[in-house]
């Protein structure tokens, strides 16, 4: 039972260039949730997303950023023209369903941005 | 009001001591409150969560202790390993809306042997 799946693991992008990053949630799971994680700080919220919707994308930048979750395939997170200031490890997490009593969010391993 | 306060930002201790992690919150809503572990490298993996209608909540060495008049809740690792030693990050969510969660800004924990 694969757990969430991220690629690429590292990705190096020069600055203008477009980073594109995958996530292919658990099994049976329709929810996904990306976060961005600084250097030495905690995870913080991008975006929410169900099967061929975005839920909530209050914790995305206005510019740049993009998020999808096709009815087939992977999660993609699009960052277009990156700057530095974007290299960061981004988080996939899926989540089974919304009722109370099972709000767990099971994380990917992660893809680490690196802007030259 | 989303904040998560997590305090020590790091914490050192000895093998077979208790690591003690806390964390406050200011928006009421939140109703749902994990803990993650993460090593170097990894994605955050959930360790033990817990909702305001219980004081206390205990998974083999792990304790989590809630105090909703204080807005409080803290982690008590007991008879701490080396194997412990990761970064610990506190969550808070709302089971209303889009359920995303609210980091901390995490511990580094490290365990002497």
């Known amino acids: 039972n694969a757990g969430v799946m991220q690629n690429p693991r590292h990705l190096v992008r020069r600055r203008g260039q477009e980073a594109r990053l995958r996530c292919s949630p658990m099994k049976g799971h329709s929810h996904v949730y990306w976060y961005r994680q600084l250097p030495e700080e905690g995870l913080k919220f991008m975006v929410y997303l169900q099967k061929e919707n975005i839920i909530d994308e209050s914790g995305m930048p206005k510019e740049r950023f993009s998020a999808e979750f096709p009815k087939e395939g992977p999660s993609i997170l699009r960052i277009q023209q990156v700057v530095r200031g974007d290299s960061a490890a981004y988080f996939c997490?899926?989540?089974?369903?919304?009722?109370?009593?099972?709000?767990?969010?099971?994380f990917g391993p992660g893809t680490r941005l690196t802007v030259l | 009001q989303q904040q998560v306060k997590q305090s020590p930002q790091s914490l050192i201790v000895q093998k077979g001591g208790i690591s003690i992690i806390n964390c406050a919150y200011e928006n009421t809503a939140f109703d749902y409150f994990p803990w993650y572990q993460q090593f170097p490298g990894k994605g955050p993996a959930l360790l033990i969560a817990?909702?305001?209608?219980?004081s206390e909540k205990k998974e083999g060495r792990f304790t989590i202790s809630f105090n909703k008049s204080a807005k409080q809740f803290s982690l008590h690792i007991m008879d701490s390993q080396p194997g412990d030693s990761a970064t610990y990050f506190c969550?808070?969510?709302?089971?209303?809306?889009?359920?995303?969660?609210?980091f901390g800004q995490g511990t580094r924990l490290t365990i002497n042997p």
């Open positions: 969550a808070a969510s709302n089971d209303q809306g889009a359920q995303k969660l609210v």
């Open positions: 817990i909702r305001p209608d219980v």
């Open positions: 997490a899926s989540s089974p369903y919304r009722v109370r009593g099972d709000n767990e969010q099971f």
